[in-house]
């Protein structure tokens, strides 16, 4: 079964504006990571947040952990063409279980 | 990063024939693994978690017969598909873990079995 709920479900945005991932989770976790898939590829990995981390920055990419909210965000600054893919949060309880993911488009 | 390598990346099969899908971890040795499968559009279903040397945990609704999980050694688990039907046409994804948690799981790059 699937851990949680992403929004939103589809995002288009414009090369260059900032595109913002939410993803809520329901139980207790060690971490939370995040991952991109383009249309029917293997998964990259993005970005590993531990339960006792509040944000965490990698290039254009920022995640937030509110771990009382059981909630995280994916933020991607300026967008590029080449974002465009499908995000998904997973998160580790031992296990990991993806939410059901954002598709996001970046038109040129 | 760390490369888990999987094998096929597409197979097509008969109706009723079983089907293997292996999933290597080429440069560690990884004490769990999980499989999972998605449908187009859809997110990746956790399927099983395997653990070297002992049998799968399968998550509810995934019948254990039909997918038989081996995690024989620390490099290497496969995922075998019995008697394959149309509807088991999907996407199957390994992921391999090193150690314990909150240890960064790597992928491998997913198999699309097609039954017809």
């Known amino acids: 079964s699937q851990q949680g709920e992403e929004d939103p479900q589809a995002l288009s945005i414009q090369e260059g504006e900032n595109a913002t991932m939410n993803c809520s989770y329901k139980?207790?976790?060690?971490?939370l990571q995040w991952y991109r898939q383009n249309s029917g590829r293997g998964l990259v990995h993005l970005i590993l947040?531990?339960?006792?981390?509040r944000e965490k920055h990698s290039g254009r990419l920022r995640v937030t952990l509110d771990t009382s909210k059981k909630s995280s965000s994916l933020l991607i600054t300026a967008s590029r063409a080449a974002d465009t893919a499908s995000y998904f949060c997973?998160?580790?309880?031992?296990?990991?279980?993806f939410g059901a993911g954002t598709r996001l488009t970046v038109k040129p | 990063g760390a490369v888990v390598s999987q094998h096929p990346s597409r197979v097509i099969c008969k109706s009723g024939t079983s089907v293997k899908i292996e999933c290597r971890s080429l440069d560690f040795q990884a004490t769990t693994m999980f499989w999972y499968r998605q449908f187009p559009k859809q997110s990746l279903m956790l399927m099983a978690t395997?653990?070297?040397?002992?049998?799968?945990?399968?998550e509810q609704g995934v019948e254990k017969d039909k997918f038989l999980i081996n995690h024989a050694s620390l490099t290497l688990s496969t995922l075998t598909v019995a008697s394959a039907h149309p509807e088991d046409s999907s996407f199957y994804i390994c992921?391999?873990?090193?150690?314990?948690?909150?240890?960064?799981?790597?992928f491998g790059q997913g198999t699309r079995l097609t039954v017809v």
């Open positions: 395997s653990n070297e040397g002992s049998k799968a945990t399968y």
């Open positions: 992921s391999a873990r090193q150690g314990a948690v909150s240890t960064e799981a790597f």
């Open positions: 997973a998160t580790d309880a031992g296990d990991m279980r």
């Open positions: 139980t207790s976790i060690n971490n």
């Open positions: 947040i531990r339960s006792n981390e």
